[in-house]
Protein backbone atom coordinates (compact mmCIF):
# COMPACT_ATOMS: atom_id res chain seq x y z
CA UNK A 1 0.00 0.00 0.00
CA UNK A 2 2.82 2.35 0.11
CA UNK A 3 3.06 2.74 -3.50
CA UNK A 4 -0.57 3.64 -2.97
CA UNK A 5 0.08 6.04 -0.83
CA UNK A 6 2.74 7.97 -2.80
CA UNK A 7 1.05 7.66 -5.68
CA UNK A 8 -2.00 9.86 -3.80
CA UNK A 9 0.66 12.29 -2.56
CA UNK A 10 2.60 13.28 -5.12
CA UNK A 11 -0.12 12.96 -8.20
CA UNK A 12 -3.20 12.77 -7.18
CA UNK A 13 -2.42 16.05 -4.46
CA UNK A 14 -0.12 17.22 -7.07
CA UNK A 15 -0.95 21.13 -8.02
CA UNK A 16 -1.95 20.20 -11.77
CA UNK A 17 -4.14 17.79 -10.36
CA UNK A 18 -5.77 19.85 -8.26
CA UNK A 19 -6.03 22.60 -10.62
CA UNK A 20 -7.57 20.49 -13.03
CA UNK A 21 -10.17 19.76 -10.19
CA UNK A 22 -11.24 23.09 -9.35
CA UNK A 23 -11.72 24.07 -13.54
CA UNK A 24 -13.89 20.97 -13.31
CA UNK A 25 -15.81 21.72 -10.41
CA UNK A 26 -16.12 25.21 -11.38
CA UNK A 27 -17.43 24.59 -14.55
CA UNK A 28 -20.03 22.32 -12.86
CA UNK A 29 -21.06 25.30 -11.11
CA UNK A 30 -21.54 27.57 -14.13
CA UNK A 31 -23.47 24.75 -15.99
CA UNK A 32 -26.20 24.36 -13.17
CA UNK A 33 -26.44 28.50 -11.69
CA UNK A 34 -28.83 30.55 -14.40
CA UNK A 35 -27.36 33.43 -15.49
CA UNK A 36 -23.84 31.84 -16.12
CA UNK A 37 -25.23 30.58 -19.98
CA UNK A 38 -22.44 31.96 -21.79
CA UNK A 39 -19.52 31.04 -20.06
CA UNK A 40 -20.83 27.35 -19.93
CA UNK A 41 -18.14 25.26 -21.87
CA UNK A 42 -19.97 21.72 -21.95
CA UNK A 43 -23.72 22.65 -23.05
CA UNK A 44 -24.52 23.81 -26.21
CA UNK A 45 -24.89 27.90 -25.91
CA UNK A 46 -28.90 28.85 -26.16
CA UNK A 47 -29.85 29.72 -29.50
CA UNK A 48 -33.21 30.91 -28.52
CA UNK A 49 -34.55 34.02 -29.73
CA UNK A 50 -33.55 37.38 -27.44
CA UNK A 51 -35.58 40.25 -26.44
CA UNK A 52 -34.16 43.38 -27.45
CA UNK A 53 -34.57 46.53 -24.59
CA UNK A 54 -36.26 49.86 -26.12
CA UNK A 55 -33.55 52.58 -26.56
CA UNK A 56 -36.37 55.11 -27.10
CA UNK A 57 -39.79 55.91 -25.37
CA UNK A 58 -42.69 54.09 -26.87
CA UNK A 59 -44.78 56.89 -27.61
CA UNK A 60 -43.91 60.31 -28.65
CA UNK A 61 -46.22 61.54 -26.52
CA UNK A 62 -43.19 61.42 -23.85
CA UNK A 63 -41.36 64.35 -25.91
CA UNK A 64 -40.96 67.63 -25.01
CA UNK A 65 -42.45 70.24 -27.44
CA UNK A 66 -40.36 73.15 -28.51
CA UNK A 67 -37.03 72.89 -30.61
CA UNK A 68 -33.67 71.32 -31.08
CA UNK A 69 -31.44 73.15 -32.63
CA UNK A 70 -28.82 71.97 -35.40
CA UNK A 71 -25.25 72.45 -34.49
CA UNK A 72 -23.24 70.98 -37.01
CA UNK A 73 -23.16 71.48 -40.86
CA UNK A 74 -25.27 69.65 -43.44
CA UNK A 75 -23.12 68.41 -46.00
CA UNK A 76 -24.63 65.89 -48.39
CA UNK A 77 -22.36 64.93 -52.09
CA UNK A 78 -24.79 62.46 -53.44
CA UNK A 79 -23.13 59.32 -52.76
CA UNK A 80 -25.02 56.82 -50.69
CA UNK A 81 -23.14 56.45 -47.21
CA UNK A 82 -21.15 52.97 -46.63
CA UNK A 83 -22.35 52.45 -43.18
CA UNK A 84 -20.79 49.79 -40.99
CA UNK A 85 -19.68 47.08 -43.60
CA UNK A 86 -17.57 44.91 -41.60
CA UNK A 87 -17.91 42.68 -38.73
CA UNK A 88 -15.41 42.35 -35.57
CA UNK A 89 -14.21 39.16 -33.77
CA UNK A 90 -16.54 35.87 -34.02
CA UNK A 91 -18.57 37.64 -36.14
CA UNK A 92 -16.02 38.70 -38.99
CA UNK A 93 -17.43 37.47 -42.36
CA UNK A 94 -16.73 33.81 -43.17
CA UNK A 95 -13.91 32.79 -45.35
CA UNK A 96 -15.29 32.15 -48.77
CA UNK A 97 -18.70 33.58 -47.93
CA UNK A 98 -19.84 35.39 -51.02
CA UNK A 99 -22.99 37.52 -52.21
CA UNK A 100 -26.46 35.61 -52.76
CA UNK A 101 -27.29 35.07 -56.27
CA UNK A 102 -29.12 38.17 -56.44
CA UNK A 103 -29.06 39.38 -60.33
CA UNK A 104 -31.49 36.87 -61.31
CA UNK A 105 -34.44 38.64 -63.14
CA UNK A 106 -36.81 36.82 -60.99
CA UNK A 107 -37.89 38.63 -57.65
CA UNK A 108 -36.67 36.41 -55.04
CA UNK A 109 -40.45 36.90 -53.68
CA UNK A 110 -43.55 38.28 -55.55
CA UNK A 111 -45.69 40.79 -54.12
CA UNK A 112 -48.33 39.61 -51.43
CA UNK A 113 -52.18 41.04 -53.04
CA UNK A 114 -54.57 39.06 -51.91
CA UNK A 115 -57.40 41.09 -53.49
CA UNK A 116 -55.08 41.57 -57.28
CA UNK A 117 -55.77 44.79 -57.54
CA UNK A 118 -54.04 46.56 -54.77
CA UNK A 119 -51.39 48.22 -56.76
CA UNK A 120 -53.43 49.09 -59.87
CA UNK A 121 -53.41 52.76 -59.11
CA UNK A 122 -49.67 52.77 -59.22
CA UNK A 123 -49.32 50.38 -62.21
CA UNK A 124 -52.08 52.81 -64.19
CA UNK A 125 -49.73 55.65 -63.55
CA UNK A 126 -46.51 53.64 -64.90
CA UNK A 127 -48.82 53.01 -67.92
CA UNK A 128 -49.51 56.42 -68.62
CA UNK A 129 -45.49 56.71 -67.95
CA UNK A 130 -44.51 54.12 -70.17
CA UNK A 131 -46.48 55.68 -72.97
CA UNK A 132 -44.57 59.13 -72.88
CA UNK A 133 -48.48 60.81 -72.29
CA UNK A 134 -47.74 65.06 -71.62
CA UNK A 135 -47.35 65.06 -67.53
CA UNK A 136 -47.64 61.73 -67.33
CA UNK A 137 -45.12 61.63 -64.07
CA UNK A 138 -45.60 58.99 -61.60
CA UNK A 139 -44.66 60.05 -58.01
CA UNK A 140 -43.86 57.61 -55.67
CA UNK A 141 -43.52 58.81 -51.53
CA UNK A 142 -41.59 56.49 -49.53
CA UNK A 143 -41.95 57.06 -45.67
CA UNK A 144 -39.69 54.88 -43.55
CA UNK A 145 -37.46 55.15 -40.51
CA UNK A 146 -33.27 54.99 -40.24
CA UNK A 147 -33.01 52.90 -43.70
CA UNK A 148 -34.63 55.25 -45.80
CA UNK A 149 -33.23 58.21 -43.70
CA UNK A 150 -29.94 57.83 -45.12
CA UNK A 151 -31.56 56.95 -48.57
CA UNK A 152 -31.30 52.75 -48.30
CA UNK A 153 -33.19 51.14 -50.96
CA UNK A 154 -35.41 53.88 -51.91
CA UNK A 155 -32.11 55.31 -54.09
CA UNK A 156 -32.49 51.83 -55.37
CA UNK A 157 -35.60 52.02 -56.22
CA UNK A 158 -35.49 55.30 -57.60
CA UNK A 159 -32.66 54.33 -59.86
CA UNK A 160 -34.35 51.37 -61.20
CA UNK A 161 -37.45 52.78 -62.16
CA UNK A 162 -36.15 55.81 -63.73
CA UNK A 163 -33.76 53.76 -65.78
CA UNK A 164 -37.06 51.82 -67.29
CA UNK A 165 -39.55 54.45 -67.23
CA UNK A 166 -37.60 58.08 -67.26
CA UNK A 167 -36.14 60.65 -65.28
CA UNK A 168 -38.92 62.85 -64.12
CA UNK A 169 -36.30 64.43 -61.06
CA UNK A 170 -35.28 63.07 -57.70
CA UNK A 171 -37.80 64.45 -55.02
CA UNK A 172 -38.58 66.14 -51.92
CA UNK A 173 -35.51 66.47 -49.60
CA UNK A 174 -35.29 67.88 -45.97
CA UNK A 175 -34.45 71.45 -45.67
CA UNK A 176 -30.92 70.45 -43.44
CA UNK A 177 -29.88 67.12 -41.85
CA UNK A 178 -32.35 66.61 -39.29
CA UNK A 179 -30.10 63.90 -38.38
CA UNK A 180 -26.90 62.78 -38.77
CA UNK A 181 -27.35 60.04 -40.87
CA UNK A 182 -29.60 61.86 -43.21
CA UNK A 183 -28.34 61.36 -46.36
CA UNK A 184 -29.85 61.75 -50.25
CA UNK A 185 -28.39 60.01 -53.10
CA UNK A 186 -27.28 61.98 -56.69
CA UNK A 187 -28.27 65.64 -55.72
CA UNK A 188 -25.43 67.76 -53.62
CA UNK A 189 -26.96 69.25 -50.78
CA UNK A 190 -25.52 71.82 -47.86
CA UNK A 191 -26.96 73.78 -44.89
CA UNK A 192 -25.15 76.04 -42.29
CA UNK A 193 -25.40 75.51 -38.75
CA UNK A 194 -28.59 78.22 -37.47
CA UNK A 195 -31.51 76.43 -38.07
CA UNK A 196 -34.04 74.79 -35.19
CA UNK A 197 -35.76 71.75 -35.87
CA UNK A 198 -39.06 69.80 -34.83
CA UNK A 199 -39.61 66.67 -35.71
CA UNK A 200 -42.79 63.61 -35.33
CA UNK A 201 -40.01 61.89 -33.31
CA UNK A 202 -39.39 65.26 -31.18
CA UNK A 203 -39.65 67.76 -29.86
CA UNK A 204 -43.14 67.90 -31.17
CA UNK A 205 -44.26 71.28 -33.15
CA UNK A 206 -47.53 72.65 -31.21
CA UNK A 207 -49.43 73.39 -34.35
CA UNK A 208 -48.93 69.89 -35.69
CA UNK A 209 -47.59 70.86 -38.74
CA UNK A 210 -44.08 69.25 -39.94
CA UNK A 211 -44.78 68.82 -43.76
CA UNK A 212 -44.35 66.01 -46.16
CA UNK A 213 -41.12 65.37 -44.34
CA UNK A 214 -42.51 64.69 -40.85
CA UNK A 215 -39.90 67.58 -40.01
CA UNK A 216 -40.15 71.58 -39.44
CA UNK A 217 -36.99 74.09 -39.92
CA UNK A 218 -36.96 77.53 -38.48
CA UNK A 219 -34.22 79.74 -38.84
CA UNK A 220 -33.45 83.60 -37.76
CA UNK A 221 -31.34 85.90 -40.17
CA UNK A 222 -28.39 84.18 -42.35
CA UNK A 223 -28.92 80.72 -41.99
CA UNK A 224 -28.22 78.66 -45.64
CA UNK A 225 -29.60 76.32 -47.48
CA UNK A 226 -28.12 74.69 -51.13
CA UNK A 227 -29.96 72.21 -53.29
CA UNK A 228 -28.11 71.47 -56.74
CA UNK A 229 -28.18 68.84 -59.46
CA UNK A 230 -24.94 65.70 -58.85
CA UNK A 231 -21.94 66.91 -60.38
CA UNK A 232 -21.04 63.48 -60.97
CA UNK A 233 -22.46 59.99 -61.54
CA UNK A 234 -25.21 58.77 -63.98
CA UNK A 235 -28.11 59.80 -61.91
CA UNK A 236 -29.48 63.27 -61.18
CA UNK A 237 -28.14 65.34 -63.38
CA UNK A 238 -30.83 67.68 -64.32
CA UNK A 239 -33.64 69.80 -62.81
CA UNK A 240 -35.74 72.15 -64.93
CA UNK A 241 -38.19 72.84 -61.29
CA UNK A 242 -37.31 73.65 -57.60
CA UNK A 243 -40.67 73.79 -55.44
CA UNK A 244 -40.26 75.27 -51.79
CA UNK A 245 -42.41 74.57 -49.31
CA UNK A 246 -42.42 77.19 -46.21
CA UNK A 247 -44.98 78.26 -44.27
CA UNK A 248 -46.77 81.62 -44.44
CA UNK A 249 -48.09 82.86 -40.92
CA UNK A 250 -48.17 85.69 -38.44
CA UNK A 251 -44.91 87.66 -38.01
CA UNK A 252 -42.96 85.51 -40.35
CA UNK A 253 -39.46 86.19 -41.98
CA UNK A 254 -38.34 86.47 -45.10
CA UNK A 255 -35.78 84.47 -46.86
CA UNK A 256 -33.94 85.27 -50.60
CA UNK A 257 -33.60 82.53 -52.88
CA UNK A 258 -30.94 82.59 -55.54
CA UNK A 259 -30.10 80.55 -58.15
CA UNK A 260 -26.84 79.42 -59.64
CA UNK A 261 -25.49 81.92 -57.47
CA UNK A 262 -27.80 84.76 -58.38
CA UNK A 263 -30.44 86.60 -56.89
CA UNK A 264 -34.20 85.40 -58.01
CA UNK A 265 -36.67 86.85 -55.87
CA UNK A 266 -37.63 87.53 -51.61
CA UNK A 267 -40.14 85.78 -50.45
CA UNK A 268 -42.00 86.99 -47.30
CA UNK A 269 -43.61 84.54 -45.02
CA UNK A 270 -45.86 87.37 -43.01
CA UNK A 271 -49.67 86.08 -43.74
CA UNK A 272 -52.86 86.58 -41.70
CA UNK A 273 -53.08 83.29 -40.44
CA UNK A 274 -50.99 79.86 -40.72
CA UNK A 275 -51.00 78.36 -44.40
CA UNK A 276 -48.60 76.28 -46.27
CA UNK A 277 -47.07 77.87 -49.38
CA UNK A 278 -45.40 76.50 -52.50
CA UNK A 279 -42.97 78.38 -54.59
CA UNK A 280 -41.87 77.58 -57.35
CA UNK A 281 -38.80 78.02 -59.23
CA UNK A 282 -38.76 77.30 -63.43
CA UNK A 283 -35.30 76.39 -65.16
CA UNK A 284 -34.17 75.13 -68.34
CA UNK A 285 -33.60 71.52 -68.14
CA UNK A 286 -29.86 70.98 -66.95
CA UNK A 287 -27.99 71.08 -64.08
CA UNK A 288 -28.72 74.28 -61.76
CA UNK A 289 -28.43 74.96 -57.66
CA UNK A 290 -30.70 76.93 -55.62
CA UNK A 291 -29.77 78.44 -52.43
CA UNK A 292 -32.31 79.53 -49.68
CA UNK A 293 -30.42 82.22 -47.16
CA UNK A 294 -32.85 83.82 -43.85
CA UNK A 295 -33.06 87.81 -44.31
CA UNK A 296 -35.04 88.85 -41.57
CA UNK A 297 -37.93 87.96 -38.61
CA UNK A 298 -37.95 84.33 -38.08
CA UNK A 299 -38.53 81.88 -41.33
CA UNK A 300 -40.54 78.46 -41.16
CA UNK A 301 -39.65 76.24 -43.76
CA UNK A 302 -40.02 72.65 -44.65
CA UNK A 303 -38.38 70.85 -47.85
CA UNK A 304 -37.35 71.36 -51.25
CA UNK A 305 -38.49 69.57 -54.30
CA UNK A 306 -36.40 68.49 -57.86
CA UNK A 307 -38.45 67.57 -60.53
CA UNK A 308 -38.21 67.34 -63.97
CA UNK A 309 -40.94 68.32 -66.92
CA UNK A 310 -41.09 65.34 -69.07
CA UNK A 311 -42.70 61.83 -68.23
CA UNK A 312 -40.61 59.81 -65.98
CA UNK A 313 -40.41 58.37 -62.04
CA UNK A 314 -39.96 60.67 -58.93
CA UNK A 315 -39.58 59.18 -55.46
CA UNK A 316 -39.67 61.32 -52.44
CA UNK A 317 -37.26 59.14 -49.71
CA UNK A 318 -38.91 60.21 -46.70
CA UNK A 319 -37.22 58.91 -43.68
CA UNK A 320 -37.64 59.77 -39.91
CA UNK A 321 -35.29 58.37 -37.93
CA UNK A 322 -36.17 56.30 -34.59
CA UNK A 323 -39.65 56.53 -35.70
CA UNK A 324 -42.14 53.94 -35.47
CA UNK A 325 -45.35 54.08 -38.09
CA UNK A 326 -47.81 55.30 -36.09
CA UNK A 327 -45.50 57.99 -35.67
CA UNK A 328 -47.04 59.31 -38.29
CA UNK A 329 -50.23 60.35 -36.88
CA UNK A 330 -48.78 63.29 -34.94
CA UNK A 331 -49.34 65.51 -38.14
CA UNK A 332 -52.27 67.21 -37.25
CA UNK A 333 -54.63 65.58 -39.89
CA UNK A 334 -55.70 68.41 -42.12
CA UNK A 335 -52.47 69.46 -43.03
CA UNK A 336 -51.33 65.80 -43.14
CA UNK A 337 -54.23 65.17 -46.14
CA UNK A 338 -52.65 68.69 -47.38
CA UNK A 339 -49.49 67.85 -47.96
CA UNK A 340 -49.85 64.07 -49.22
CA UNK A 341 -53.05 65.67 -52.07
CA UNK A 342 -50.09 68.83 -52.91
CA UNK A 343 -47.17 65.54 -53.94
CA UNK A 344 -49.67 63.42 -55.20
CA UNK A 345 -47.99 60.30 -55.16
CA UNK A 346 -49.57 57.47 -57.07
CA UNK A 347 -47.45 55.14 -54.92
CA UNK A 348 -47.22 55.04 -50.80
CA UNK A 349 -44.27 52.94 -49.86
CA UNK A 350 -43.97 52.09 -45.38
CA UNK A 351 -41.22 50.32 -44.53
CA UNK A 352 -41.06 50.57 -40.53
CA UNK A 353 -40.16 47.86 -38.17
CA UNK A 354 -36.60 48.14 -37.48
CA UNK A 355 -37.57 50.48 -33.77
CA UNK A 356 -40.98 48.53 -33.58
CA UNK A 357 -38.85 45.65 -32.22
CA UNK A 358 -36.58 47.85 -30.35
CA UNK A 359 -39.99 48.20 -28.71
CA UNK A 360 -39.89 44.12 -27.94
CA UNK A 361 -43.58 42.85 -26.97
CA UNK A 362 -43.90 46.23 -24.61
CA UNK A 363 -46.23 47.68 -27.37
CA UNK A 364 -49.37 45.28 -27.56
CA UNK A 365 -49.19 43.14 -31.42
CA UNK A 366 -53.17 44.54 -31.78
CA UNK A 367 -52.57 47.95 -30.82
CA UNK A 368 -49.74 48.01 -33.28
CA UNK A 369 -51.80 46.74 -36.19
CA UNK A 370 -55.04 48.98 -34.73
CA UNK A 371 -52.32 51.99 -35.56
CA UNK A 372 -50.54 51.27 -38.16
CA UNK A 373 -54.23 50.91 -40.19
CA UNK A 374 -55.48 53.92 -38.98
CA UNK A 375 -51.74 55.67 -40.17
CA UNK A 376 -52.74 54.14 -43.53
CA UNK A 377 -56.22 54.83 -43.34
CA UNK A 378 -55.79 58.49 -43.41
CA UNK A 379 -53.07 58.31 -47.03
CA UNK A 380 -56.22 56.34 -48.40
CA UNK A 381 -58.66 59.10 -47.47
CA UNK A 382 -56.50 61.93 -49.00
CA UNK A 383 -55.37 59.92 -52.02
CA UNK A 384 -58.29 57.63 -52.84
CA UNK A 385 -56.58 56.57 -56.22
CA UNK A 386 -53.02 56.14 -55.12
CA UNK A 387 -51.75 52.65 -54.33
CA UNK A 388 -50.37 51.48 -50.92
CA UNK A 389 -47.05 48.88 -50.23
CA UNK A 390 -46.05 47.75 -46.86
CA UNK A 391 -42.36 46.91 -47.25
CA UNK A 392 -42.11 44.13 -44.23
CA UNK A 393 -39.38 44.42 -41.51
CA UNK A 394 -35.83 42.68 -42.02
CA UNK A 395 -34.36 40.04 -39.47
CA UNK A 396 -32.84 41.09 -36.91
CA UNK A 397 -30.21 39.93 -34.85
CA UNK A 398 -28.64 40.32 -30.78
CA UNK A 399 -24.98 38.73 -29.61
CA UNK A 400 -25.07 36.18 -26.70
CA UNK A 401 -21.41 35.40 -26.36
CA UNK A 402 -20.18 33.80 -29.48
CA UNK A 403 -23.75 33.37 -31.23
CA UNK A 404 -26.11 35.64 -32.86
CA UNK A 405 -29.48 34.49 -32.14
CA UNK A 406 -32.53 36.06 -33.77
CA UNK A 407 -35.21 38.61 -32.23
CA UNK A 408 -38.31 37.06 -30.82
CA UNK A 409 -40.60 39.29 -31.77
CA UNK A 410 -39.72 40.09 -35.46
CA UNK A 411 -42.08 37.27 -37.16
CA UNK A 412 -45.06 38.75 -34.55
CA UNK A 413 -44.43 42.22 -36.35
CA UNK A 414 -44.19 40.77 -39.81
CA UNK A 415 -47.57 39.13 -38.83
CA UNK A 416 -48.97 42.49 -38.41
CA UNK A 417 -48.12 44.23 -40.85
CA UNK A 418 -49.21 41.57 -43.34
CA UNK A 419 -52.29 41.49 -41.96
CA UNK A 420 -52.62 45.35 -41.72
CA UNK A 421 -51.65 46.04 -45.47
CA UNK A 422 -54.25 42.92 -46.70
CA UNK A 423 -56.66 44.35 -44.34
CA UNK A 424 -56.06 47.67 -45.93
CA UNK A 425 -55.83 46.44 -49.47
CA UNK A 426 -51.90 47.39 -50.05
CA UNK A 427 -49.38 44.92 -51.31
CA UNK A 428 -46.74 43.49 -49.02
CA UNK A 429 -43.20 42.72 -49.84
CA UNK A 430 -42.10 39.95 -47.34
CA UNK A 431 -38.17 40.99 -46.70
CA UNK A 432 -37.49 38.75 -44.01
CA UNK A 433 -38.84 35.73 -45.98
CA UNK A 434 -36.46 36.80 -49.59
CA UNK A 435 -33.35 37.38 -46.39
CA UNK A 436 -33.62 33.80 -45.91
CA UNK A 437 -36.29 33.83 -42.64
CA UNK A 438 -34.78 33.08 -38.95
CA UNK A 439 -31.28 33.63 -38.74
CA UNK A 440 -30.40 35.63 -42.04
CA UNK A 441 -29.46 38.14 -40.41
CA UNK A 442 -26.29 36.65 -39.25
CA UNK A 443 -25.75 35.46 -42.44
CA UNK A 444 -25.84 38.80 -44.04
CA UNK A 445 -23.86 40.17 -41.66
CA UNK A 446 -21.20 37.44 -42.38
CA UNK A 447 -21.54 37.96 -46.46
CA UNK A 448 -20.94 41.89 -45.72
CA UNK A 449 -24.52 42.54 -46.81
CA UNK A 450 -25.43 43.33 -42.76
CA UNK A 451 -23.93 45.88 -40.72
CA UNK A 452 -22.18 45.23 -37.41
CA UNK A 453 -25.11 46.48 -35.63
CA UNK A 454 -27.10 43.16 -36.71
CA UNK A 455 -30.60 45.42 -37.48
CA UNK A 456 -29.39 47.64 -40.76
CA UNK A 457 -28.43 46.68 -44.37
CA UNK A 458 -24.92 47.75 -45.27
CA UNK A 459 -25.07 49.78 -48.85
CA UNK A 460 -24.56 46.20 -50.55
CA UNK A 461 -27.22 45.29 -48.23
CA UNK A 462 -29.66 47.67 -49.10
CA UNK A 463 -29.45 47.55 -52.87
CA UNK A 464 -30.33 43.50 -52.76
CA UNK A 465 -33.37 44.90 -51.05
CA UNK A 466 -33.86 47.23 -53.35
CA UNK A 467 -33.05 45.51 -56.38
CA UNK A 468 -35.69 42.50 -55.01
CA UNK A 469 -38.20 44.91 -54.33
CA UNK A 470 -37.96 46.64 -57.74
CA UNK A 471 -38.37 43.09 -59.35
CA UNK A 472 -40.92 42.02 -57.29
CA UNK A 473 -43.25 45.67 -58.80
CA UNK A 474 -42.18 44.66 -61.92
CA UNK A 475 -43.85 41.02 -62.49
CA UNK A 476 -46.69 42.37 -60.89
CA UNK A 477 -46.46 45.29 -63.05
CA UNK A 478 -46.19 42.78 -66.55
CA UNK A 479 -48.85 40.23 -65.20
CA UNK A 480 -51.51 43.22 -64.40
CA UNK A 481 -50.92 44.38 -67.89
CA UNK A 482 -51.37 41.13 -69.39
CA UNK A 483 -54.60 40.56 -68.03
CA UNK A 484 -55.62 44.11 -69.07
CA UNK A 485 -56.67 45.86 -65.91
CA UNK A 486 -54.39 48.96 -66.81
CA UNK A 487 -56.91 50.53 -68.83
CA UNK A 488 -57.00 53.79 -69.55
CA UNK A 489 -57.79 55.65 -66.38
CA UNK A 490 -57.78 59.43 -64.91
CA UNK A 491 -54.73 60.81 -63.95
CA UNK A 492 -53.80 60.66 -60.81
CA UNK A 493 -50.85 64.36 -61.78
CA UNK A 494 -53.61 66.92 -62.23
CA UNK A 495 -53.26 69.87 -58.91
CA UNK A 496 -56.35 69.15 -56.58
CA UNK A 497 -58.00 72.42 -54.99
CA UNK A 498 -56.49 70.94 -51.95
CA UNK A 499 -53.34 71.18 -53.13
CA UNK A 500 -51.01 74.36 -50.97
CA UNK A 501 -50.82 77.49 -52.90
CA UNK A 502 -48.20 78.24 -54.91
Partial sequence: MDWLRAFGKDVLLSRPVLAAAGVLLASGVVELVPGLERLRLWRARTTEAAEPKSEVPLAPSAFATGEAELRTESHGDGRVPEGTTAAQGPIAAAPGAGLPDFLDKEPKVPIVDPSGAALDGFFRALERTRLKQPGAITRIAHFGDSIVVSDYVSSTLRRRLQEKFGDSGHGYMLIANAWPAY???????????????????????????????????????????????????????????????????????????????????????????????????????????????????????????????????????????????????????????????????????YQFGANESGDGFLYPMADYRRTMEAVIEQGKKALPESSCLVIGAMDRAAKRGDELIGIAVIPSILKEQRGAAERMGCGFFDTYTAMGGPGSMAIWVKRQLGQADLTHPTAVGADVIGTWVYRALIKRYRERLETGALAAAPSNSAPTSSSPSR
Fill in 183 to 349: SHADVERYATVGWNVSRIVGPLAPDGMYGLGCVSFSADKNALARFGTASSGDYGRAVSRFSISYLAQPNGGAFEVRLDGKPERQIDTAAPEKRVQVAEIDVPDGPHQLELQTQRGRSRLFGVVMERDRPGVVLDALGIQGARLRFLDQQDDAHWAEQLRWRRPDLIV
